[in-house]
């Protein structure tokens, strides 16, 4: 198995406040429900929408290009848990959205999760899954896949970095010298407030001596 990556690319379309308590960082916090269940805000299914914000920043060639485009096999992360049938898979949804609007080449499901693991959201600190727990529960399957140009990693969420991190390993030694980035829907905020909901990023995240440090 080759090793995790010292660092990795990643973007993120939005951000939301875990703890800020204004109007904008509670709204956030709607806009993340929402990703994670497939729901509406109003009469906007907000996956959808944002779909349709990350079409409108390749076509003005903004930063979310680093990851993604026409180019890019887009392969949505495992759950936590293993999938049931008929269960709601988010970062399938959110590949799925993105290719109809033009940022992937294709959906690529070959990451499944073979042994179920604790959800990073509800475990206490300390206690989240690391890159070496993501890459043991895990598996890729590409039979009869063609070798992608490249390949964008897509989850909803992005906090640590430690799934995307975790996986990595996997899709280097199925497809050796295939560029890897990372794309998140939403990117978390740990403190404070925020100004904004639609913030556009790039960025990196870093694995060095066990310890994971997202930038920003």
Excluded at 181 to 196: N, P
Aim: net charge positive.
């Amino acid at each position: 198995m080759p090793p995790f990556p010292s660092e990795l690319p990643f973007c993120s379309l939005l951000q939301y406040s875990v703890r800020g308590q204004d109007e904008l960082s509670r709204r956030s916090r709607d806009v993340r429900t929402a990703i994670k269940t497939d729901g509406f805000i109003g009469q906007t299914r907000v996956i959808e929408h944002a779909a349709r914000r990350v079409a409108e920043n390749l076509q003005e060639q903004g930063c979310l290009a680093k990851c993604l485009g026409p180019d890019v096999a887009l392969v949505p992360m495992p759950r936590s848990g293993l999938l049931r049938s008929g269960a709601l898979w988010p970062a399938l949804v959110i590949c799925e959205a993105l290719y109809r609007h033009g940022a992937g080449a294709e959906v690529l499901p070959c990451l499944h999760r073979v042994v179920a693991i604790r959800k990073a959201a509800t475990a206490a600190q300390g206690e989240r899954p690391e890159p070496q727990d993501h890459c043991r529960t895990t598996c890729v399957e590409v039979d009869g896949v063609d070798r992608p140009r490249a390949i964008a990693i897509v989850d909803d969420i992005v906090t640590r970095g430690s799934s995307f991190i975790g996986v990595t390993p996997h899709l280097v030694a199925a497809f050796p010298d295939v560029p890897i980035r990372c794309f998140a829907l939403v990117r978390t905020i740990s403190q404070g407030e925020i100004e904004t909901i639609l913030f556009p990023t790039t960025g990196l995240i870093r694995y060095r001596q066990g310890q994971l440090r997202r930038e920003p």
